[in-house]
Nanobody, 116 residues
Framework: QVQLVESGGGLVQAGGHLRLSCAAT????????MGWYRQAPGKQREWVATITGAGSTNYADSIKGRFTASRDYGKNTVHLQMNSLEVEDTAVYYC??????????WGQGTQVTVSS
């Protein structure tokens, strides 16, 4: 069974930074793509970033240039470095892992709150 555990959320002022982490346990292969979604209050969950097994990254336009995804293959962990945070980045951030069958696994989420 795959489990994902996020950490690193918190309260930060606009312009500040946070680093989220997601540790994966279970039947994990380094080829499995992982990524991040977020859900703001009253809004649908939206895609933020993806990092492939090869380390290639893709980002949503709203965070491009401010957020950076990275992957520690030895620890089955992905990180999301978030810089120049804006109030609009306030959301619960979820880690996702997709296995070969197409099934998605989700973490429990970590709250990020950006104050003005």
């Amino acid at each position: 069974q795959v489990q994902l555990v996020e950490s690193g959320g918190g309260l930060v002022q606009a312009g500040g930074h946070l680093r989220l982490s997601c540790a994966a346990t279970g039947s994990i292969l380094s080829i499995h793509p992982m990524g991040w979604y977020r859900q703001a209050p009253g809004k649908q969950r939206e895609w933020v970033a993806t990092i492939t097994g090869a380390g290639s990254t893709n980002y949503a336009d709203s965070i491009k240039g401010r957020f950076t995804a990275s992957r520690d293959y030895g620890k089955n962990t992905v990180h999301l470095q978030m810089n120049s945070l804006e109030v609009e980045d306030t959301a619960v951030y979820y880690c996702i892992l997709t296995i070969a069958s197409g099934r998605n696994y989700w973490g429990q989420g970590t709250q990020v709150t950006v104050s003005s």
